[in-house]
């Protein structure tokens, strides 16, 4: 399996600053045949499913607010949200969807 | 719109049975032509997959923790992903998740619960 690790395991940010979120696979996520890296992230909140905010590592989803940006190939990745808001209160992961055995990293737990 | 509706939770005890149901609409292409996960989240844990079944049911594939207890299935006709689960543990207590794979990343139900517990 490919094991994703997350760091840190949570941080606290002020209002308007930025949060910024590793995560790194065991094995190259970017598949030659396309230039892709399989790895997406998901924002997560008590009662709610997860919500996909980037795919392709850099793709953000329809609707998904421009402060959320992801970058990063092969085995590291980033997630940034710039300028934070209230409603960014959340517990983050990353996801690898090269495999159908899909793997998590552990969470981010961010908090203002 | 895309829609995964999960159904079929509850409390059980240890060692039954529970089957959950997960009715899909709204996908761009036939429900066929997709793979399909279930995922979990313990309470106050992380995500973790479950299990994934292919377009034609040819590839079912099982996390080691459910591996021989759970048992995926799809209804092409009915739009319908299931998961039996058999000789349930305290351990599977979760909000259970159906995923659509998209092939860029998945697309998640709202979830339903299972809390296995005497």
């Known amino acids: 399996d490919i094991v994703m690790t997350q760091s840190p395991d949570s941080l606290a940010v002020s209002l308007g600053e930025r949060a910024t979120i590793n995560c790194k696979s065991s094995q190259s996520l970017l598949y030659s045949s396309n230039n892709k890296n399989y790895l997406a992230w998901y924002q997560k909140k008590p009662g709610q499913p997860p919500k996909m905010l980037i795919y392709?590592?850099?793709t953000r989803e329809s609707g998904v607010p421009d402060r959320f940006s992801g970058t990063g190939s092969g085995t590291d990745f980033t997630l940034t949200i710039n300028s934070l808001q209230a409603e960014d209160v959340a517990v983050y992961y990353c996801q690898q969807f090269l495999t159908v055995f899909r793997t998590f990293g552990q969470g981010t737990k961010v908090e203002i | 719109q895309v829609q995964l509706v999960e159904s079929g939770g509850g409390v059980v005890q240890p060692g039954k049975s529970l089957k959950l149901s997960c009715a899909t609409s709204?996908?761009?292409?036939?429900?066929?032509?997709?793979?399909l996960h279930w995922f979990r989240q313990a309470p106050g844990k992380g995500l973790e997959w479950v299990s994934f079944?292919?377009?034609?049911?040819?590839?079912?594939y099982y996390a080691d923790s459910v591996k021989g207890r759970f048992t995926i299935s799809r209804d092409n006709s009915k739009n319908t992903l299931y998961l039996q689960m058999n000789s349930l543990r305290v351990e599977d207590t979760a909000v259970y998740y159906c995923t659509q794979d998209r092939g860029y990343g998945d697309v998640w139900g709202q979830g339903t619960m299972v809390t296995v517990s005497s």
């Open positions: 079944i292919s377009t034609d049911e040819n590839e079912n």
């Open positions: 392709w590592a850099s």
């Open positions: 709204g996908f761009r292409f036939s429900f066929s032509q997709y793979g």
